[in-house]
């Protein structure tokens, strides 16, 4: 929840659910969080980023088991953190609890202090990351008719992995002028947030980093599990979850049942991610990465009759920092056609009907850093796209626009300040490029 001081008085924000108070209190020129629960009361306050003189708007935030406050100044500028504190540290019973739907369905907001414009509602995002398109099962782009092009994209929360969600984003390709471009100006449009509810818990998780695909009258959405990953447990894992509904995904606020997608590993794996699917003529084929140690990790590929039987295909663990694994469906290239280093998507295909594109992070392995690999189904190398390589660990998400390519990937611009920290980061990046090998 968020509101507009008046004044620039004093204010004090509240939720209220069944045994825990959280309070986000401003008094005129400093932050700090309280939360009361059964295991009594915390008082956050943070030295040098609560200190706040100009402020024009409180927020008041719980995004899994993250509660935040956060302000903006009069310029109307980007919301900074001021103080964070995660329940499953403070209050672990409540931490169990925020997750519930009946528990969320009660939560109460108030207000103390003169103020005006309060909203109560779904957060919204700190950055966009793992940008994925939205496709039919045969891996084309899905279509509606509107000439609109849909991604799966990471809405990232004020804090960790844990307080991101999953979010569909609606692209305007006709709005890509020179002018927004490099940008996306108005061209990118919030259009829902999904959740997933996994298979025997109560609870409901902002599971993220996955693939949303239509296969005939079904919707069928893969995330990775990062809703509730810590890396300083000793059983830290991640794994990938499959949910098939009849809703509208691409629109509104969705709840989906998920359950476990096996994912074979080629060895002792901490945890897979980034799921991509694909039904082919023979079955499905998924590519995804797999974890030797967090955060060390390589692509691998998965095919299967159905993805109940899926069975390891090929894995590449020379590379050690490479994210994304993505599968694109293309015709065959003409058998005279050479693909070349630097080639683009189509000249790398040769005689394969898909094509793998993984990005290689700047820690991978010398001569495998900082670029976007192209691999035919086997995860042999076929070349690179050329095309500049953002930082952070960019996806290669490639959409096809008249007689070009659209690159539409992000990079790790941080946003909300230093109490939000890692994991707030995400600008969305466009680049335009000829499909043909160059």
């Not at 509730?228 to 098939?244: E, H, I, M």
Request: a negative charge; glycine letters at 14%; hydrophobic letters at 40%.
């Amino acid at each position: 929840m968020r509101a507009e001081l008046l004044d620039a008085g004093a204010l004090t924000l509240t939720l209220a659910g069944s045994g825990l108070l959280l309070r986000a209190v401003y008094d005129g020129q400093h932050c700090r969080l309280e939360l009361d629960g059964v295991t009594g009361p915390v008082l956050l306050r943070s030295r040098r980023a609560g200190r706040v003189e100009a402020a024009s708007s409180l927020a008041l935030c719980l995004t899994g088991t993250y509660v935040s406050v956060l302000t903006q100044d009069h310029t109307g500028g980007p919301w900074t953190g001021r103080a964070r504190a995660d329940l499953a540290t403070t209050h672990p019973a409540a931490a169990r609890l925020v997750r519930t739907p009946a528990w969320l369905e009660d939560l109460q907001v108030g207000h103390d202090g003169p103020a005006h414009s309060l909203v109560a509602g779904g957060f919204g995002q700190l950055g966009l990351r793992d940008l994925r398109l939205v496709t039919h099962a045969d891996g084309r782009p899905y279509d509606d008719g509107t000439g609109l092009l849909r991604f799966l994209a990471t809405s990232a929360g004020p804090g960790p992995f844990g307080s991101g969600h999953t979010s569909v984003w609606a692209l305007d390709p006709a709005a890509l002028d020179h002018s927004t471009l490099d940008h996306g100006g108005g061209a990118l449009t919030h259009t829902a947030d999904l959740f997933v509810r996994r298979l025997g818990s109560r609870g409901v998780h902002g599971d993220h980093a996955g693939h949303l695909l239509r296969d005939d009258d079904a919707w069928l959405l893969a995330t990775s599990t990062w809703g509730d990953f810590d890396p300083d447990r000793d059983d830290a894992s991640v794994a990938v979850t499959l949910a098939a509904t009849g809703a509208d995904l691409l629109t509104g606020v969705h709840v989906v049942a998920g359950e476990p997608l096996p994912l074979p590993a080629d060895g002792p794996s901490v945890g897979v991610w980034d799921p991509h699917l694909l039904r082919t003529g023979d079955g499905w084929l998924v590519g995804y990465v797999s974890a030797t140690r967090f955060f060390r990790f390589h692509p691998v590929l998965a095919e299967g009759p159905d993805l109940d039987t899926l069975r390891l295909r090929a894995t590449d663990p020379e590379r050690r920092a490479s994210e994304g694994t993505t599968l694109l469906a293309l015709p065959p290239a003409p058998p005279d056609e050479d693909p070349g280093d630097g080639a683009g998507p189509g000249g790398a295909v040769g005689s394969s009907k898909t094509t793998v594109l993984v990005s290689d992070g700047r820690d991978g392995p010398r001569g495998l850093r900082g670029q976007w690999a192209v691999l035919d189904a086997d995860l042999r190398p076929r070349g690179v796209l050329a095309a500049a390589y953002p930082s952070n660990i960019p996806w290669p998400t490639l959409a096809p626009h008249g007689d070009d390519w659209l690159l539409v990937t992000f990079d790790d611009t941080r946003h909300g300040g230093r109490v939000c920290g890692y994991g707030t980061h995400g600008d969305v990046v466009v680049m335009r490029g000829s499909r043909s090998a160059s």
